[in-house]
Every structure is written in C-alpha cells, then in structure tokens.
C-alpha cells in the first residue's frame, strides 16, 4: 500500500520550454500532496504543499508563476515548470499523505523527475 | 524554514558493522520519520515514531523518538551491502516537515 508514482521520470527540453510532472496517489486518497526539489547530494527542498481543490502553498523563494501546481483530484496533482531554464534542472520529487489515516504525518515519496534544460 | 541537524554527514563501514546516526534540533516536534533513498529514486519510508521515548524496529533497524522530543536516531545492525544509501531524517509538526540533510552510508563487502 501507499504507493506514489510520478511521470515523466526523465525530461529532457530546450530552454524556454514548459513541463508538466504528473504526481498519482495509486492506492489511497492524498489529500495533501507535496513537491520537493533535490540537488545533487542535497536534501530535500520544500517547494510547496497542495491540498485538493485548494491553492497550494509555496515555500518562500519558490516563484508561483514559474512553478505552477495543480491538484484537482484526491489521487492527481501537477507541477509545471514554465519557460525552463538550465538552472531549473533538478530532480524534483512529489509526495503524498493521507490526512485521514491514523498515521497522516506520514509522507509517501514518489521515484521523482530528473529535469534537465539545455 | 528551520533544517534538522543529522550526523554523520558520511560514513564507510565494513559489511556486518552496526551503523548509529541521529538527528536533533532546537524544536520540538510531534513525529519523527526515517526514511532511506537511493541514487535516482526518491525516499521510501523505514521507520515512522509518533510518541516521545518510542523505540521501533523494522528488522535490522532500530529507531528512537527522543524523551525531548527535539532529537531520534536510527541503529542498523549487521550491515549488508544493500543498506548502503542515503538515509534521511524527518520531523513533522502539523503538516510542516523539515529533513535532515542526509546520512550517506557506504558498505565495504
């Protein structure tokens, strides 16, 4: 059980570009999803949280304009990455949790998105 | 926002070695998590502590909630060559993580 998938899980665009990394819940309702950005041999970067059907909430420096979060459904949510750039590439990795669960702290790590912008 | 301090940054341990790291910070928080990734995947959940003073296992591993509830740590015995990865710290406070900079574990066979 709690199982995260994300797709793509490797990107390759031009710069300018614009792309979406698609974060499902397969086997339990996520009623708050997360997206994290990871730099080699980092940990991990909050980027922002979405609650369904609501707007999600961006870490400070995280522009919401270039970063574009979408989580219509209890089982979907999407980042789009608009007009690319080198510096975005980055593995970036989705997570969900369950606030209805008895152990709702917990989050459930997609295999993450390696972008990379040339 | 505020980072968890985990030690060791590194370590390189001979395959059956025990393997201690830990995790502290200057607040309190209500959950603490332990989580492993490996290189191009994201983490996968080991252990998960809700009260202060818990002590889990999940096989090998071992983990504590610290009595203040401002530090954990996570014990692996017997090392094998598959524990080798980074393993991550985690604290939760009402929806608001924050990871510990990572641990990475190398297991000489």
């Known amino acids: 059980g709690a199982v995260v998938s994300q797709h793509p899980s490797r990107v390759i665009c031009k710069s300018g570009t614009s792309v979406k990394i698609e974060c499902r819940s397969l086997d339990f309702q996520a009623t708050t999803m997360f997206w994290y950005r990871q730099f080699p041999k980092q940990s991990l970067m909050l980027m922002a949280t979405?609650?369904?059907?609501?707007?999600?909430?961006?870490e400070q420096g995280v522009e919401k304009d270039k970063f574009l979060i979408n989580h219509a459904s209890l089982t979907l949510s999407t980042l789009t990455v608009t007009s690319a750039h080198p510096e975005d590439s980055s593995f970036y990795i989705c997570?969900?949790?369950?606030?209805?669960?008895?152990?709702?702290?917990?989050?459930?790590f997609g295999p993450g998105t390696r972008l990379t912008v040339l | 926002g505020q980072q968890l301090n985990q030690s060791p940054q590194s370590m390189f341990i001979q395959e059956g070695e025990d393997v201690s790291m830990n995790c502290t910070s200057s607040s309190i928080f209500n959950t603490w998590l332990w989580y492993k990734q490996d290189p191009g995947e994201g983490p996968v959940l080991l252990i998960a502590?809700?009260?202060?003073?818990e002590l889990t296992s999940n096989g090998r591993l071992t983990a504590q909630f610290g009595i203040t509830r401002k530090d954990s740590f996570l014990n692996i015995s017997a090392s094998i060559p598959s524990d080798v990865g980074i393993y991550f710290c985690a604290a939760d406070n009402n929806n608001d993580m924050r990871f510990g900079a990572g641990t990475r574990l190398t297991v000489k066979p």
């Open positions: 997570s969900a949790r369950d606030a209805r669960s008895s152990s709702y702290n917990e989050q459930f």
């Open positions: 502590l809700y009260k202060a003073g």
């Open positions: 979405s609650n369904e059907g609501s707007k999600a909430t961006y």
